[in-house]
């Protein structure tokens, strides 16, 4: 069974400008999570769909971060304009179905670097 | 609000030996899951192992067990018989609710040692 997919790996942008990461969930999950990782810190989720509809935004800075997830599957994560402190891991997560106590399985992550 | 609170930035171990990761919580939650996730060095997050709090019983996963002290809001991690490929970032994570929001602390880093 594939795992999540992302891309790029690696992205190094100036600040002010855009930024877009992909993800794959695995195959047949319904829930999509994206996690923003600040270097000596845990994951903090930014935000989670079930199939394409938003569960929780409430920590995505709004008037910087976007996110959509069409057609239920794939999902992107945009950031415009890019501030320093945006320089993080950015990891997509899936899970089956979205029951609470379901497993999450991640992907391998973003490295972002603003400069 | 949740918090999870691992105070040991870091840690190392010699093969062969046990060793042991703390995690506390912060909840009024009284239904939730408990969670350690693995980062290997520049891999993925992979789970570890998890814990219902209204079980009672702890969880155990082959060389991985962990002791949950619910009244105390306590996880600690069990590594037995540790080996080098157990070289990783250990986070534990927090779940309730029906948004299966996990909330990480900020990871123990081990160094499994010869």
């Known amino acids: 069974e594939a795992g999540v997919a992302q891309s790029p790996r690696y992205k190094i942008i100036e600040k002010r400008q855009s930024v877009a990461f992909w993800c794959n969930p695995i195959?047949?999950?319904?829930?999509l999570y994206w996690y923003q990782q600040i270097l000596g810190q845990g994951p903090k989720l930014l935000i989670q769909?079930?199939?394409?509809?938003?569960?929780?935004d409430s920590q995505l800075p709004k008037d910087r971060f976007s996110a959509e997830r069409l057609k239920g599957v794939d999902s992107t994560l945009k950031i415009q304009p890019a501030k320093l402190e945006d320089s993080a891991v950015y990891l997509c997560?899936?899970?089956?179905?979205?029951?609470?106590?379901?497993?999450?399985?991640f992907g391998p992550g973003t490295r972002l670097l603003v400069l | 609000a949740q918090t999870v609170t691992q105070s040991q930035p870091e840690m190392s171990v010699q093969e062969a030996e046990t060793v042991t990761l703390s995690c506390t919580y912060d909840t009024s939650e009284s239904n939730y899951y408990l969670f350690w996730y693995k980062q290997p060095p520049s891999r993925q997050m992979i789970l570890v192992i998890r814990q219902e709090a209204y079980k009672q019983q702890n969880a155990t996963e082959n060389r991985f067990s962990v002791n949950f002290q619910k009244a105390a809001k306590s996880f600690s991690l069990k590594i037995s018989d540790s080996q080098l490929g157990d070289t990783a970032m250990y986070f534990c994570a927090f779940m309730y609710g029906t948004a299966s929001k996990l909330t990480f602390g900020t990871g123990t880093r081990l160094q499994v040692t010869l």
């Open positions: 997560a899936s899970s089956l179905g979205g029951l609470w106590r379901e497993t999450q399985y």
């Open positions: 195959s047949g999950h319904a829930t």
């Open positions: 769909f079930q199939n394409n509809g938003v569960v929780d």
